[in-house]
Nanobody
Framework: QTQLAESGGGLVQPGGSLRLSCKAS???????????LGWYRQAPGKERELVAV???????TYADFAKGRFTVSKDNTKRTVYLQMNSLQPEDTAVYYC???????????WGHGTQVTVSS
């Protein structure tokens, strides 16, 4: 029932920007608004790592590499979470995944990922 669908990935030159979107379907507002929700990424040969998430309560949490460059936001009405990525560098190249921790068993939901490639 619950589905996450990412979009917005693509090829961008170093220094460029991308805006990722994640549409959450089948998620009630209380879950979308009050549950851990955000973005992870996984580069080839590396572990999946946190990028930026809303922890459920309070403001968003960012990985060190994302601070000052990336901004996570969400639209509760549209049930969509965004990741604005600026000043992209080649090391940002990865598959970016949307994540939601809901109240199901198991509670974790992942999108299928969207590829971000930063290259000249």
């Amino acid at each position: 029932q619950t589905q996450l669908a990412e979009s917005g990935g693509g090829l961008v030159q170093p220094g460029g920007s991308l805006r990722l979107s994640c549409k959450a379907s089948g998620v009630i507002l209380s879950v979308f608004n009050g549950s851990p929700l955000g973005w992870y990424r996984q580069a080839p040969g590396k572990e999946r790592e946190l990028v930026a998430v809303f922890p459920g309560r309070g403001g968003p949490t960012y990985a060190d590499f994302a601070k000052g460059r990336f901004t996570v936001s969400k639209d509760n009405t549209k049930r969509t979470v965004y990741l604005q990525m600026n000043s992209l560098q080649p090391e940002d190249t990865a598959v970016y995944y949307c994540y939601l921790r809901a109240y199901d068993n198991p509670p974790d939901y992942w999108g299928h990922g969207t590829q971000v490639t930063v290259s000249s």
